[in-house]
């Protein structure tokens, strides 16, 4: 079973940063593209951003010029950093291999309000 556990999230400003974090194993890291995911309440998850085996990234067009994805296979990690936050980016972040796998971490909350 995958395990994945997300960190990094707490409560900030609007236009502020945070710098959000996973952690994977038992998984081939580097094999694999991978991404964070996010869920606001009442709403499905999405995809935000994703990044390959090569390093190229993808973004959700809310959050392109804002958020960075980056991976470290020596580390087996995947961060996101974001940047000019929004209460609309409220919700809880998860990482996940890109298809997504079935095994899912407890994700870490983010909430953007003044």
């Known amino acids: 079973q995958v395990q994945l556990v997300e960190s990094g999230g707490e409560m900030v400003q609007p236009g502020g940063s945070l710098r959000l974090s996973c952690a994977a194993s038992r998984v081939m890291f580097s094999k694999f593209d991978w991404a964070w995911y996010r869920q606001a309440s009442g709403k499905q998850r999405e995809v935000v951003a994703t990044?390959?085996?090569?390093?190229?990234?993808n973004y959700e067009d809310s959050v392109k010029g804002r958020f960075t994805v980056s991976r470290d296979n020596a580390k087996r990690a995947v961060h996101l950093q974001m940047n000019n936050l929004r209460p609309e980016d409220t919700a809880i972040y998860y990482c996940n291999t890109f298809p997504q796998g079935t095994d899912w971490g407890r994700g870490t909350p983010v909430t953007v309000s003044s």
């Open positions: 990044v390959s085996t090569t390093g190229n990234t």
